[in-house]
């Protein structure tokens, strides 16, 4: 019976070539703007916590007040010797966080970049660059830059590439670029650089070694991350929150998602996608009920039940889904690259993502053909002849 009724479904989309291509435009178009949204959310996302995901650190802590990375609050550093009382820690580390304005010394004009300081002895970071440069940043007033930044840095690239020293300003103060590390620009700043906690604080003369930005907590083997970050927080005070990795992960994801607008603004251009989609689906399987009613009503009459109809309208709605979503896939590709090159943000595509857009394609396109399928329950055979 399936088998017969996939040719019906497919003879009725074709009858009208001009309509099936409409229909076939108007669901890549809204696959196109689902792949879209969807995509620039989840480089929101990935661009602002590839710092976080780098953190050579099994506990993270930090200030309460703290919103983010490119805002975060002090704490007193003392609370990271505290942490070293427990046998269950290995080390702790501080992470020293701040943005000021970075003279491009390309062009001289100024942007800001976020600067993270760490004692150099070790590398806190997992980043390619970092651990091979840590020798260099010992010395006071000497930075390592990202290559990855967004900007136009072409000279200062090429020139620390070759092996050759760059210098340039930061508030009144000069600073003298000698290696290249890979971080990447976020949606917060263009560009990033790594310095020594000493030439940090040299920057940001305010600030005290005393007051930490992120405190870094390495546990001894075998040691639960959860586990001991309860134990760590039952005694430490309420000025200072005791994290996981993942948990400054998602601390960091909600700031974007919930407390800046531009999270909202995706989530509702993925959702007016869908419901763009779903209008178009609609009015080309409603039209094609419309024109075929006294036909449809004829199989009424002869004793063909309503499911005969449900299954003839989802096998044109898998059928436009199928059709719709190859362009749509193919265009958001295109542009992804586009994106990624312009914008030199992490815009790439996942095989969960097409997954999903695919599930809500099929979605859109059965949703629709149920709204239409309406006009044909409500049809009496005697009314139309």
């Not at 020293?165 to 560009?191: C, I, N, R, Y």
């Amino acid at each position: 019976m399936i088998k017969r009724k996939i040719p019906l479904a497919w003879l009725q989309l074709i009858q009208e070539r001009s309509r099936l291509l409409v229909a076939i435009a108007g669901i890549a178009f809204a696959d196109f703007l689902m792949f879209m949204q969807l995509g620039f959310q989840a480089a929101l996302y990935d661009s602002n916590t590839r710092m976080h995901h780098s953190i050579k650190a099994n506990l993270i802590l930090m200030s309460p007040q703290a919103q983010n990375i490119l805002n975060m609050s002090t704490f007193p550093r003392r609370y990271l010797y505290q942490a070293m009382s427990f046998k269950e820690v290995e080390s702790t580390e501080a992470l020293y966080t701040g943005r000021l304005n970075w003279k491009n010394p390309d062009n001289r004009r100024e942007a800001q970049v976020l600067f993270l300081g760490f004692n150099p002895v070790q590398s806190v970071l997992n980043l390619p660059g970092v651990e091979e440069n840590l020798q260099k940043i010992k010395l006071p007033d000497i930075a390592l830059f990202d290559r990855a930044s967004k900007g136009e840095y072409r000279a200062t690239l090429v020139a620390l590439k070759q092996g050759k020293p760059v210098v340039t300003e930061v508030q009144k103060h000069q600073v003298t670029v000698e290696g290249l590390f890979t971080l990447g620009a976020s949606f917060g700043v263009d560009a990033n650089v790594i310095v020594s906690d000493t030439t940090f604080l040299r920057l940001f003369p305010n600030r005290s070694i005393s007051e930490v930005s992120v405190g870094l907590v390495n546990l001894k083997s075998g040691v639960d991350p959860q586990q001991m970050a309860t134990k760590l927080q039952a005694i430490l005070p309420n000025n200072v929150k005791v994290l996981t990795l993942a948990e400054f992960v998602n601390f960091e994801n909600s700031y974007w998602a919930k407390t800046t607008p531009i999270g909202f603004i995706f989530s509702l251009g993925t959702a007016i996608g869908f419901l763009v989609g779903l209008v178009i689906v609609y009015q080309i399987l409603y039209t094609d009920v419309s024109d075929h009613l006294a036909e449809y009503a004829t199989l009424k009459a002869i004793g063909f039940s309503d499911n005969y109809f449900l299954i003839l309208v989802m096998q044109e709605a898998l059928i436009l889904t199928v059709m719709g979503f190859s362009p749509g896939l193919a265009i958001s590709l295109g542009v992804y690259k586009l994106a990624q090159n312009a914008t030199l943000l992490p815009i790439v595509m996942t095989v969960n993502r097409i997954g999903l857009i695919f599930i809500l394609t099929g979605g859109m396109c059965t949703i629709a053909g149920l709204i239409a399928l309406c006009k044909l329950h409500t049809a009496d055979p005697a009314e139309i002849f």
